[in-house]
């Protein structure tokens, strides 16, 4: 829901990136307020998971001009994990699995971590345990999946369902959802898109990287923006997304063409 009045919780102001010295980010701005939820959409390689992984604090991703500010202050100093406790969420592409490293415990201690920076106390393993149970139910996920390792063989929608899981726990200000429905089946992407909407809140936002209009039939975006060569060259409400399934990629260039004579 927009209000112009909530706080910003990301400031993403002309942010450039590269990879082993290639640009791939080239002046991204956006503003994301709390309350909201973003749609990002673009052609595959325009720097979308970039983006994302710029502002999660990927290592190999070096910031080469430009500011990032959450809630008002540089995100970009801090390391992957501050950065997931102070609240920001990144659901990934693809998930990694981590072998050996219980699917319950890995849940447990990062969410003890994001609660004690909230001034929380840390659950222990009884209370964790009810904790989890009750959303689990969000995206209708069998508990056995939480004495597994983390991800490993999961099936690539389990997967993302194990990352909404995460995200109902960890309660994050801002979440980045990168290609969560892709994976998914169709009563999985209803579950997994009503755990989104039901973790939603004036107080928090929502940015979907998504390929298709399918998940925006279920989480509905306040507003939608396209990526294009590293950059956001259109932004709209959610009728942008329609216009983009009815006539793909190709007007974006012509877009691309008239920012770069500007
Ligand atoms: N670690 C890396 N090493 C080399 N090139 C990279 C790396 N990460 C990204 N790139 C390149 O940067 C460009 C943007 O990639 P990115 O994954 O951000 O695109 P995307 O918009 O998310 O694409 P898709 O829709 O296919 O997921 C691509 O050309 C990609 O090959």
Redesign the pocket.
């Known amino acids: 829901m927009i209000s112009l009045d909530a706080p910003v919780l990301i400031e993403i102001r002309d942010l450039s990136a590269c ?2 010295d ?1 640009p ?1 980010l080239n002046g991204v701005n956006l503003t994301i307020r709390a309350g909201e939820i973003h749609a990002l959409m ?10 994302s ?1 710029v502002l999660a604090g990927h290592p ?2 070096k910031v080469t001009e430009g500011s990032v500010l959450y809630r008002g202050e540089d995100l970009l100093p801090l390391e992957p994990d501050e950065r997931s406790r102070i609240g920001l969420f990144l659901g990934f ?1 693809y998930p990694v699995e981590i072998p050996g490293v219980s699917n319950l415990e890995f849940l447990r201690v990062s969410t003890n971590a994001r609660r004690l920076e909230q001034g929380m106390e840390e659950l222990d393993t009884f209370a964790f345990e009810d904790f989890v149970r009750e959303r689990l139910g969000l995206v209708q996920m069998d508990p056995a999946f939480l004495d597994r390792s983390v991800n490993e063989g999961f099936s690539g929608g389990e997967k993302k369902r194990n990352e909404i899981l995460q995200m109902a726990l960890l309660e994050p200000l801002v979440a980045i959802l ?2 969560t429905d892709s994976g998914l089946d169709i009563d999985a992407l209803r579950i997994v898109a009503g755990g989104v909407n039901q973790l939603a809140n004036v107080d928090n936002a929502t940015l979907l ?1 998504t ?1 298709y209009q399918r998940l925006l039939d279920l989480i509905q975006p306040d507003y939608v923006h396209v ?1 294009a060569a ?1 950059r956001i060259v259109r932004s709209g409400d959610k009728a942008l997304a329609l216009e983009l399934e009815q006539r793909g990629y190709e007007w974006v260039d012509r877009e691309l063409d008239a920012l770069e004579m500007t």
């Open positions: 990879v082993d290639q791939i673009g052609r595959n390689g325009s720097g979308k998971s970039t983006l992984k190999a991703y592409q990168d290609e990287i390929h990526m590293g």
